[in-house]
């Protein structure tokens, strides 16, 4: 079994920071893509950033030059930097990893349990 476990979540006041972080445990041969996603309450989740096993990523437009993605391959492990932190950033932040399990015969999907995260004064 693979199993995500998400931490760093929490209510800040605007202008705030917060560092999410997702550990991936279990079986796991090979990690491609680690990404974050988030929901609001009766709206689609978005993508967030992502990062990729050669080190790109990408972010979303809303969240340029505040937030920063990494990752520690050696511990299978994805981080979320937020800055500056907005009312509007005020949602359930999913990770979510491409892992090839040991014996699998291809990548699969995994998501974390979700982390709340509130920018409110």
């Known amino acids: 079994q693979v199993q995500l476990v998400e931490s760093g979540g929490g209510l800040v006041q605007p202008g705030g920071s917060l560092r999410l972080s997702c550990a991936a445990s279990g079986r796991i041969f090979s990690i491609n893509a680690m990404d974050w996603y988030r929901q609001e309450p009766g709206k689609q989740r978005e993508l967030v950033a992502s990062s990729t096993s050669g080190g790109v990523t990408r972010y979303a437009d809303s969240v340029k030059g505040r937030f920063t993605i990494s990752r520690d391959n050696a511990k299978n492990t994805v981080y979320l930097q937020m800055n500056n932190l907005k009312p509007e950033d005020t949602a359930v932040y999913y990770c979510?990893?491409?892992?090839?399990?040991?014996?699998?015969?291809?990548?699969?999907?995994?998501w974390g349990q979700g982390t709340q995260v509130t920018v409110s004064s």
């Open positions: 979510n990893m491409n892992i090839w399990k040991i014996f699998g015969k291809n990548y699969a999907e995994y």
